[in-house]
């Protein structure tokens, strides 16, 4: 089964750092992505984590603890055009297939 | 590289009518997804393909939603008769290979049923 928790909303302030979180409880846990999404338009990846630890891309970090079903976004330098949803992401295996489930999102509002 | 392509974008329909959305992954791209995001929520996912065969339906209400995928390549996504709950995005995504793999989406074709 799937069961993802993620905040609903965040609001930060612009240049600063904001953390999402992210806690999953997925059967046959493979790794699990993050995306963004901005309002009107479609998912865009922007990490995959499968190994416990921190991955760092530019601005964006994404870390997981597979032990703890727990992963968090990590955004630096906030610009107003990081305002969109987040969504979290596991993959799991499910009858023999692998297959990716999305939480809610967690809408940030970055503000001036 | 072309991306995923959707059409059509946007769809205004009364209860009860049909409607029909179709999807073209990118190219050599053996799995395909359709997703319902509902405004406000995580898109949650109807029917996945590997190749022209489903390998998960289970979120799929089939009493009135179908969808096919024929030579392994375009599919499309059908609601008869559709209900005011449907209304929705509906996202197509591909990927290259099940498992580890990126989804890639498309733009998504918005469903308003009056």
């Known amino acids: 089964g799937q069961n993802i928790d993620q905040p609903t909303e965040m609001t930060a302030t612009e240049g600063a750092i904001v953390q999402i979180n992210c806690t999953y409880q997925t059967s046959g846990f493979n790794g699990l992505f993050w995306y963004q999404q901005h309002a009107g338009e479609a998912p865009t990846f922007l990490s995959y984590?499968?190994?416990?630890g921190l991955e760092e891309k530019g601005r964006f970090s994404s870390f997981l603890s597979r032990s703890k079903g727990y992963s968090y976004l990590l955004l630096k330098e906030l610009q107003m055009k990081d305002s969109a949803s987040y969504l979290c992401?596991?993959?799991?295996?499910?009858?023999?297939?692998?297959?990716?489930?999305f939480g809610t999102g967690t809408k940030l509002q970055v503000i001036p | 590289e072309a991306g995923v392509a959707q059409s059509p974008r946007y769809k205004i329909i009364e209860k009860r009518q049909s409607v029909a959305f179709w999807c073209n992954p990118i190219?050599?791209?053996?799995?395909l997804y359709w997703y319902q995001q509902i405004l406000g929520q995580g898109p949650k996912l109807l029917i996945q393909f590997q190749n022209n065969g489903v390998v998960d339906d289970s979120q799929l209400p089939k009493d009135r939603f179908s969808a096919e995928r024929l030579k392994g390549v375009d599919s499309t996504l059908k609601i008869q008769p559709a209900k005011l709950e449907d209304s929705a995005v509906y996202l197509c995504?591909?990927?290259?290979?099940?498992?580890?793999?990126?989804?890639?989406f498309g733009e998504g074709s918005r469903l308003t049923v009056l």
């Open positions: 995504a591909s990927s290259l290979k099940e498992g580890t793999g990126e989804l890639f």
């Open positions: 992401a596991p993959e799991g295996t499910s009858g023999g297939y692998q297959k990716v489930t």
């Open positions: 984590n499968v190994l416990d």
């Open positions: 190219s050599g791209h053996a799995t």
